[in-house]
Every structure is written in structure tokens, then in C-alpha cells.
T-cell receptor, first 112, second 113 residues
Framework: AQSVTQPDIHITVSEGASLELRCNYS??????LFWYVQSPGQGLQLLLK??????LVQGIKGFEAEFKRSQSSFNLRKPSVHWSDAAEYFC??????????FGSGTRLSIRP | DGGITQSPKYLFRKEGQNVTLSCEQN?????MYWYRQDPGQGLRLIYY???????QKGDIAEGYSVSREKKESFPLTVTSAQKNPTAFYLC????????????FGQGTRLTVV
């Protein structure tokens, strides 16, 4: 069965430090992969997406993610976080013609 | 502008009453979804619909009902059978079968007192 795992429930990083949020998926073929961000009390906003081609994808707000087929991973990175990056981050996989599957989310806190 | 609209943003109901949450999209998307979100928890799928007049139960469908009579509309009814209905509800839509992401509404916070 398809699944998405985000092993880190809560991460705290210092402002200006680098960030990596982990995401692992289980799917038989190459799925469509996404990262979303959610501010408190808001809907989800797409940060970036991967369908095929270059395995390093750039997104909004300075985020990037790298697809690694051998590790079934799609980790999100940012070289230098800002206080405004504090939010909940969701990884998702979308196998064609079926429902979207979300990970359980990682809450990011920023230390001043 | 194209988008997905949930209304109302805040909703209060007395225990034992049914309540319907609205979700409308003008993106011409085939697929629509309802998720429930509780504090500190991820998204749990309630129902989804891939096409008009068809929908499937998600992981936590008990106590909820939906309809998909029009492509642009996917209302969710929270019935009195739902034991703990107070939560944040998110609606989303996507272009089924194509390489597009899900678009989300801003959510409805339902409080049952």
C-alpha cells in the first residue's frame, strides 16, 4: 500500500541555520511528490512538486527538495531559515488517478 | 481568480445537530477531498470524490456524509453520529489524472458545544 512517512514530529532550529525535513514514501513506481506548508488556522500552500526529470526541485520561499529513488525519499531543505518559516510542513504523494496521501506532518519551530 | 472556497470560516453548533460545511471550486477539477485536522495531528481523509455523482469513504468516514451533485461543489455534513466533531476541516481539489497539485481552501473551524 502507498504511504508517506515523516519521521520527525517536531523540529526546532535557530534562525539562520540550515533545515532538512525528512520524507519517505512507499510506492511501486515513481509517484508525484509534493511538499506543503500550513500556517496555524490556515489551509495548505504548495511549496514545491516533483513529477519527473531533475531530481532537485526548487520551490517558493527559498525551499528545495531532492528526490532520491534509491532511498524512496523526498527531503525538504532550506539553507537559512527565517522566523517566518515556523509552520507545519506536510509531504504528500499522489499516485496517478487515485487519492493523495499525506504524511503526518512536521512542526517547525524557530529559535531566535 | 480561480480557487477553492470554504464557508463559513468559523461554525458553532449545539451537540446533536447536523451541520453542513460548504466547499466550492472554480478550477474545473474532477477530484475533491475532505480532511479533518485535530491539534498536533496531521490530515485525516474523511471522503473523496473523483467524479460527479461518485465518492469514496476515507479513513474516518463514520459520522460524516457527502454529496457530489455538481463538479464544483462537495459539501460535507457532520451528523449527530460523529462522536467528537469539534475540529478544523479542510477541503481540497485536484485535476484527477494530471500532474497538478491539490489546492486547499482556508478551512472551517467547527466547534460543537
Amino acid at each position: 500500500a502507498q504511504s508517506v512517512t515523516q519521521p520527525d514530529i517536531h523540529i526546532t532550529v535557530s534562525e539562520g541555520a540550515s533545515l532538512e525535513l525528512r520524507c519517505n514514501y512507499s510506492y511501486g513506481a515513481t509517484p508525484y511528490l509534493f511538499w506543503y506548508v500550513q500556517s496555524p488556522g490556515q489551509g495548505l500552500q504548495l511549496l514545491l512538486k516533483y513529477f519527473s526529470g531533475d531530481t532537485l526541485v526548487q520551490g517558493i520561499k527559498g525551499f528545495e527538495a531532492e528526490f532520491k529513488r534509491s532511498q524512496s525519499s523526498f527531503n525538504l531543505r532550506k539553507p537559512s531559515v527565517h522566523w517566518s518559516d515556523a509552520a507545519e510542513y506536510f509531504c504528500a504523494v499522489s499516485p496517478p488517478l487515485t487519492k493523495i496521501i499525506f504524511g503526518s506532518g512536521t512542526r517547525l519551530s524557530i529559535r531566535p | 481568480d480561480g480557487g477553492i472556497t470554504q464557508s463559513p470560516k468559523y461554525l458553532f453548533r449545539k451537540e446533536g445537530q447536523n451541520v453542513t460545511l460548504s466547499c466550492e471550486q472554480n478550477l474545473n477539477h474532477d477530484a475533491m477531498y475532505w480532511y479533518r485536522q485535530d491539534p498536533g495531528q496531521g490530515l485525516r481523509l474523511i471522503y473523496y470524490s473523483q467524479i460527479v455523482n461518485d465518492f469514496q469513504k476515507g479513513d474516518i468516514a463514520e459520522g460524516y456524509s457527502v454529496s457530489r451533485e455538481k463538479k464544483e461543489s462537495f459539501p460535507l455534513t457532520v451528523t449527530s453520529a460523529q462522536k467528537n466533531p469539534t475540529a478544523f476541516y479542510l477541503c481540497a481539489s485536484s485535476d484527477r489524472g494530471r500532474r497538478t497539485e491539490a489546492f486547499f481552501g482556508q478551512g472551517t473551524r467547527l466547534t460543537v458545544v
